[in-house]
Structures are given as structure tokens and as C-alpha cells.
């Protein structure tokens, strides 16, 4: 008998991979009913549409690191790309290989403090999504859309992205 962490369990026409993590690792195959709805999910529609709700990603400010040896990621770039992977899975090939892409960002600050949209919605996004293997460039975006919502602060925030062919 299969752990319960491990078994696979068919619900609802979603395939969800290892129950521990439901809210953070869901893969609906059959399609996109409704926006993504939990704190860390992505769903796949058949048309190859990618939504998924991310935390909010670290400002392009405190993503590089200087020190005496160069530049290097900062750790809150690599731990957002490491939630980024764990909300994608653990992909050996990337969902749209080649394809010419548009994404749309929604994002949702954790807090009342006034933020420039244009140091959230970009590199963070991009280099998470790459090193998820989504995408096998950033360069693939071709059409790019990007909004600061209100902050929901019960929702310590999120990002919802939305990924299809152009």
C-alpha cells in the first residue's frame, strides 16, 4: 500500500500529486473553471492556458546581491523561485517549449505600502517561471500585462499570473 503522501488521487477531473501539498501543487488537466482560487495552485487547460497563484515576488531591488566576488541572487530571489518550482512541479520539460506567450499579471501586496508596479511585475515572474521549466526563455513573452490590485492583507499577498499563446 501506497503512503499517503505519494498515492495519486483522481478528483473532480483534477489529478492532485502528493495530498499534503494540495493547495500548493494542483494540476487540473481538463480545464480552467474559475481563477485560482487557493493561496499557491496552477491549473493547465487543454488549449495549454497556465494560471497559477504565486506569493508576491520580491522587488527588483532586493533581487541582486553586490559583494567583493560580483553580483549573485539575493535569497529571497532563490526562495521565490524554489516556491515558484514547488507550485509548478517538478517538470523535466518545459510546458511551452517555444511558443510565443502572453502573460498577464495580477498582483496583490501583502500590505497597505505604496509600491511601483514596475519592480514586481517582470523579473522575478520571469526568471521563477524559466527556472520552473514553463517556459524555456523569457524572451518567449511577447505580450506582457501587469496590474497592482488593492492590498488583501488576510491573504498575506499573491500574484495570479496567466499564461497563453499568442
Known sequence: MQSEGTRLRKNA??????????????LNILGLADPCNDDSEM???ETKKV???LNFPPSVNTYWRNSSRGVYLS???????????????????????TEQLKICMYLSPPDLR????????????FDALKSANVVTDDDQFKHIESRMNPADEKKKGYCDVLIEEV
Open 43 to 45: 491549473k493547465i487547460e
Open 75 to 97: 535569497k529571497r530571489a532563490m526562495d521565490y523561485k524554489l516556491h515558484v518550482i514547488e507550485v509548478v512541479g517538478h517538470r523535466t520539460e518545459p510546458i511551452y517549449p
Open 114 to 125: 505604496k509600491r511601483d508596479l514596475d519592480n514586481f511585475a517582470g523579473k522575478a515572474i
Open 51 to 53: 494560471s497559477m497563484r
Open 13 to 26: 477531473n483534477t489529478i492532485v500529486l502528493n495530498p499534503k501539498f494540495v493547495a500548493t501543487n494542483t
